[in-house]
Nanobody, 117 residues
């Protein structure tokens, strides 16, 4: 089955940058839509950014102009470049992906991003 492995989280000061990555294990498949969610305790999980199989992107209003989602479809990998980070960006970030024609997402384990003021 497909497994998503995330990396790149950490601690950064406000105004700094981080780059998250997420790669799907296995072979013999091509993941379609991929994206990133984030969640803090007491809050609902929020869609941060999504990218389609042909590169169309959508972003949450709170991150537009600061974050960039990209992918290497041949490697079933998605990235999230996070710039001008703010303390309110602090959250656990989750990678998602789905196979073409499927409804449900696969989920990564989550990676902690902490932005200090």
């Amino acid at each position: 089955q497909v497994q998503l492995v995330e990396s790149g989280g950490g601690l950064v000061q406000a105004g700094g940058s981080l780059r998250l990555s997420c790669a799907a294990s296995g072979s013999g498949f091509r993941i379609g839509t991929m994206g990133w969610y984030r969640q803090n305790p007491g809050n609902e999980r929020e869609l941060v950014a999504v990218i389609s199989s042909i590169g169309l992107t959508n972003y949450a209003d709170s991150v537009k102009g600061r974050f960039i989602i990209s992918r290497n479809s041949a490697k079933n990998t998605v990235y999230l470049q996070m710039n001008s980070l703010k303390p309110e960006d602090t959250a656990v970030y989750y990678c998602t992906g789905r196979l073409p024609g499927q409804v449900d997402n696969y989920w990564g384990q989550g990676t902690q991003v902490t932005v200090s003021s």
